[in-house]
């Protein structure tokens, strides 16, 4: 069955820095395009980055422009968010999305 399995959140000072992982299972995951999203408390899950299959293209959403980059290994079925220069308003719970479903969500507090 499809498994997405995200990993690496945690309490990070205003400033800091997170790396985000996925592990992708259950599905071709070479050929399709990775997204994570974010959801913070009382407010609508929101696409963060994507990247298509090959990870020749990537797309942020403008709130994290500059400060997150979105990557994948297509031989270990990963992918990653490395998150920069992180604010408290980055505060949420982050999920790894494929087409095929959903991870279970990692929690990435911004908190000085």
């Known amino acids: 069955q499809v498994q997405l399995v995200e990993s690496g959140g945690g309490l990070v000072q205003p400033g800091g820095s997170l790396r985000l992982s996925c592990a992708a299972s259950?599905?071709?995951?070479?050929?399709?395009?990775m997204n994570w999203y974010r959801q913070a408390p009382g407010k609508e899950r929101e696409l963060v980055a994507s990247i298509t299959s090959s990870g020749r293209f990537t797309a942020y959403a403008d709130s994290v422009k500059g400060r997150f980059t979105i990557s994948r290994d297509n031989a270990k079925n990963m992918v990653y968010l490395q998150m920069n220069s992180l604010k408290p308003e980055d505060t949420a719970v982050y999920y790894c999305?494929?087409?095929?479903?959903w991870g279970q969500g990692t929690q990435v507090t911004v908190s000085s």
């Open positions: 259950g599905f071709t995951f070479v050929s399709n395009t």
């Open positions: 999305n494929a087409p095929q479903g």
